[in-house]
């Protein structure tokens, strides 16, 4: 729409400049009449930019934009036969401006004429009011690109009135195709040093202003210039009237702004929390430097964007990936996991570390004797009491159904074995409600140790030698602790009947 608005202001430009030349009364007239196909056109066309600019394309869609040709279509057909009725220009003549040219004058026009000039009237008023409320609903950074418009959009209607209402007496010739043209510089300007077309005020709006991310754009400063309403709400109190705008990146995000420094083409991330309403709100930040033509670094954009429900659903499902769901203890892969960082560390610091498998004694009677839901209680409260007895260093795991897995980093075979006695002990000496009632169970604890661990020390070899220390204190009649006998495992000189 612009090119075409600018390519009538052109044809007007020439055919105005032709009628000044012309050699004949006859050609002055011809040519006169022949410009009205620029003068009709341009009004509509530089509405149709308008519209267009500010996001109102329907307006300019078949079959609306034809209505708009109507009135003007008809005004050329009664301007190439006005010499039959006289309803564009009732009394005229071709008068000399100097010896070498001439131009028709009119002295007053027909009754159509005047119908058409408020029509053309309306359009540019109609175009300069759809910019003037785009003008006043966006920041300062798109007001500079739309004052030009509005500037070059009432500059032809000041002059074509001066001359239709004779404002100046002395004025022979119609100056408005000459104050079009200065219209289009106007726009240039807008163009060419306000990157007007860069980013149309309807693709901010329709997009920037309606994403659910915050997005800031930064002078090289690190001067905000431009935020969208969402990043407004994140930035600034509901009660605070303020824009935002020239305030500095510094005071709201200092984790970005190390990153502004950093002139090159590559997105750059930071994570960052807010409190707001006595509710933490997590985001990610990611910057990136805006550039022109000559790729040179004129600014940048920040995107802020709520990571606060992926972060909880990502620890919900890194919660269930690890976690026992009956039981919230580690479940068995996660726990393999944990025990061979745990043996490993061992290694690298030369520490001791222990393992025991714990069993409840005659499970499979309790759940056939009160049923798998008292099982489910039983199982619920004896790891709450390992997690509330244990160190929180200890990792404890569920391996299976009624066994349970303890690693005890830092831990030698003496202080393993106290410990898992004082469990059999106090287990032995209490019993956990349920719906069923009171019930009493015993344990039967498998204990594996290294006190010098060394690179061959293995976390599943340390399990299987549990495993067969717990067999043997099944074997035994159970409720105890029992130690698989190596050539490494020490005496133990010790009453634990004491415990």
């Not at 009664?78 to 009394?91: D, K, M, P, R, Y």
């Not at 043209?181 to 005020?201: C, E, N, Q, T, V």
């Not at 309606?210 to 905000?224: A, K, S, Y």
């Amino acid at each position: 729409m612009l090119s075409l608005a600018l390519l009538a202001i052109t044809g007007w430009l020439i055919s105005s400049t032709l009628e000044l030349i012309a050699t004949t009364d006859q050609a002055t007239i011809f040519i006169a009449k022949l410009s009205y196909l620029f003068i009709l056109s341009a009004p509509i066309f530089l509405l149709g930019f308008a519209l267009e600019y500010t996001g109102k394309q329907k307006w300019i869609s078949y079959p609306r934009f034809i209505l708009f040709w109507i009135i003007p279509i008809i005004t050329f057909f009664l301007v190439q036969t006005n010499g039959l009725h006289g309803l564009i220009w009732f009394n005229y003549s071709v008068v000399p401006v100097n010896q070498d040219l001439q131009v028709l004058r009119i002295n007053s026009y027909g009754s159509w004429f005047w119908l058409q000039a408020a029509f053309n009237y309306s359009l540019i008023t109609a175009g300069v009011i759809v910019i003037s409320n785009q003008y006043f609903r966006s920041n300062i950074l798109y007001r500079k690109q739309m004052g030009w418009l509005i500037l070059g959009a009432v500059f032809p209607l000041i002059f074509n009135l001066i001359y239709i209402l004779r404002l100046i007496p002395t004025l022979k010739k119609d100056f408005s195709p000459l104050a079009f043209a200065f219209a289009s510089l106007a726009f240039a300007i807008g163009i060419f040093r306000h990157r007007l077309l860069d980013i149309m005020p309807i693709a901010r709006n329709t997009i920037i202003e309606n994403m659910e991310e915050g997005v800031i754009v930064l002078d090289t400063e690190g001067r905000m210039i431009d935020i969208n309403p969402v990043a407004r709400r994140l930035l600034f109190p509901s009660d605070q009237e303020t824009t935002g705008i020239g305030a500095s990146l510094t005071d709201y995000f200092p984790t970005a702004t190390p990153s502004l420094a950093q002139d090159d083409q590559k997105n750059r991330g930071f994570e960052f929390s807010i409190e707001r309403n006595k509710s933490k709100r997590l985001f990610e930040g990611k910057l990136s430097s805006l550039r022109d033509f000559q790729n040179k670094c004129i600014g940048y954009l920040l995107i802020l964007q709520d990571v606060t429900e992926q972060k909880k659903l990502y620890q919900k499902i890194e919660l269930l990936a690890s976690t026992d769901t009956l039981t919230d203890l580690n479940n068995r892969r996660h726990l393999f996991a944990l025990g061979e960082k745990e043996v490993d560390r061992a290694k690298r610091y030369k520490y001791p570390i222990s393992l025991l498998i714990i069993d409840i004694d005659l499970f499979k009677e309790i759940n056939d004797t009160h049923g798998h839901v008292v099982g489910d209680q039983i199982l619920k409260q004896f790891s709450f009491f390992l997690q509330s007895t244990l160190r929180s260093v200890d990792i404890i795991g569920r391996y299976g159904g009624d066994e349970f897995i303890v690693i005890l980093p830092k831990t030698s075979l003496k202080t393993a074995h106290i410990t898992a006695l004082r469990l059999c002990c106090t287990i032995d000496n209490n019993s956990f409600s349920t719906e069923a009632g009171e019930i009493h169970f015993t344990l039967s604890i498998g204990l594996s140790s290294e006190n010098n661990v060394t690179h061959n020390t293995d976390l599943y070899a340390l399990l299987e030698r549990a495993d067969h220390a717990l067999y043997l204190a099944k074997s035994r009649g159970r409720n105890q602790v029992a130690i698989e006998e190596t050539q490494e495992t020490p005496s133990l000189n010790y009453n634990s009947h004491l415990l």
